[in-house]
């Protein structure tokens, strides 16, 4: 069924303890839509500049996203440049040029209003209600937001949190959002505030899923070399959506096979720099890795 | 099956954000013993001072704790003091007074020679190995260490490595041990030392058990209130070890669910403080909160 991203497409600069590549393509919109079209074909909203790549652009199409509703906006596309700490945990942003994404209005073309199953990947949260509203019958919303918006635009976000079914945040932005240090309890917070399901995710320690009836727990796939996390986040959330939206159902049942979903796309994810892998891996070889994930946890 | 256990009994000093207790029952051997007791009646050898309060060994009576073989030696008790950081995970011994400790040399009496399931609790590796020496047909040893013996016994250990079953380490022993920081590429360097299984520890975000055929992981169980993290990592092997006995098998079936079971019995330890909540603990809320687990963790 019908799958839209609302979200951000970058030019990237990372740093890594062994690597360093500049303006590569990135975006959480990017990184999710890539990740979704191993299950489905996402539709994609968001805004690019001028000097975006007719190669890039190729490149959706060839792996299945209908990016057609891509703005191209006067300007540069939005650069982002971020450095590594060799632990992987810890990352710094060496620099943020918005370029277009500074008058970011977005619009979702009219034969992708029906969109059933929506990811509103992290924007400034009235930008992300904004497209929202522009939905018809969205009947799975799920948020992802950052720790700007927890402290900057709270009030926005805590109004767009009572219309979306789920928000995906990572630890620190759990505590963040709630005050609360132990996670459990934070989640519970969570939940307090609108969402049916939070899914909370702990990079290399695994996420759970939680909701009033569910509570669901998983560890990460281990991945025994990381080459670039970046979009590790939302390559999980794009295989969890993707994953969803394939089946069309969103029983507990289902959420919690989209779990792994989402952790296996994002283990490959993190093996190559860029969307390297997510543009390489196929879907055979995600169920093989499903597959494998599954025989880690089974009891 | 009969089960052993050689390491420390000791009076604690605890400090930890809400509360502080003084000489309160602790040691390695004592929380792995009350642990495994649930499962079966181990035997304890160890060692302590004239000191050591009658009622704590009447404790371990009533708990089905066989500690006819605990040696009372002339001088104190061993005590240690520790004060953990308001996030639990880190972790300060603010005194260690090795009292009988210093000259403890372990034995191990005629009627518990034929344990077959054995459990070498944190402890000088050349010690643990003396224990393993008077044992005539052990068929399942677990050893445990600490960075201290790493650093500073690393022969010794990588000796009694060899003469092993299992190893328990947590992340940052791991680490120590192997050189390696990526915790899977760690386990691995560890079973080329010698175990056919190692158990990797990572407190709050769960532990995973891996052999050359064998991969499985766990989530933790979620306390939403620590009150003491003291003796977690024996209350897990006790768990552990405990249910290995009581069903005489070590397949790898069964291996995962002694991981529940361990990972369940530890969260019961940190919710009180000392012993006081893996004494009153019974098999059947042990049993309740594994099928809870089984429910966390079940795709």
């Known amino acids: 069924m019908s799958l839209i991203v609302i979200g951000t497409i970058a ?11 500049e303006e590569v393509l990135g975006g959480s919109a990017t990184y999710f839509a890539l990740a979704a079209s191993r299950y489905t074909e ?46 992987w945990n810890t990352r710094h942003t060496t620099f943020t040029e918005l370029n277009v994404l500074a008058d970011f209005d977005p619009k979702v073309c009219a034969e992708h209003r029906d969109s059933k199953y929506v990811f509103l990947a992290n924007a400034v949260p009235a930008i992300q209600a904004k497209a929202l509203d522009q939905l018809e019958h969205p009947s799975f919303v799920v948020l992802d937001t950052m720790n700007l918006w927890i402290d900057g635009a709270r009030e926005d976000l805590v109004a767009l949190m009572r219309r979306i079914d789920a928000i995906v945040l990572n630890d620190e932005e759990a505590r963040m959002l709630t005050g609360e240090s132990n996670l459990i309890r934070a989640a519970s917070a969570v939940l307090g505030m609108g969402p049916r399901y939070v899914i909370l995710k702990k990079g290399e320690h695994g996420a759970f899923l939680m909701s009033s009836d569910v509570h669901f727990s998983l560890p990460a796939y281990p991945v025994s070399e990381v080459v670039d996390p970046t979009g590790a986040g939302d390559s999980f959330a794009g295989g969890f959506m993707g ?25 490959f994810c993190v093996q190559g720099f860029s969307v390297e892998s997510m ?16 025989g880690i946890v089974t009891v």
Do not use: C, N
């Open 11 to 21: 030019y990237d600069s990372i740093e890594t303890v062994h690597d360093r590549r």
């Open 42 to 87: 996402p539709r994609l909203v968001g805004v690019v500049g001028e000097d975006f790549k007719p190669e890039h652009r190729a490149l959706f199409a060839d792996q299945g996203v209908h990016a057609g509703g891509l703005e191209v906006a006067a300007g540069k596309t939005f650069r982002w440049g971020g450095r590594y700490e060799p632990d």
């Open 243 to 267: 994953y969803v939206a394939s089946q069309d159902d969103t029983s507990p049942a289902t959420l919690r096979k989209a779990m792994l979903h989402g952790t296996v796309t994002a283990s």
């Open 279 to 294: 543009t390489e891996v196929t879907r055979e070889e995600l169920d093989r890795r499903y597959d494998e994930l599954l």
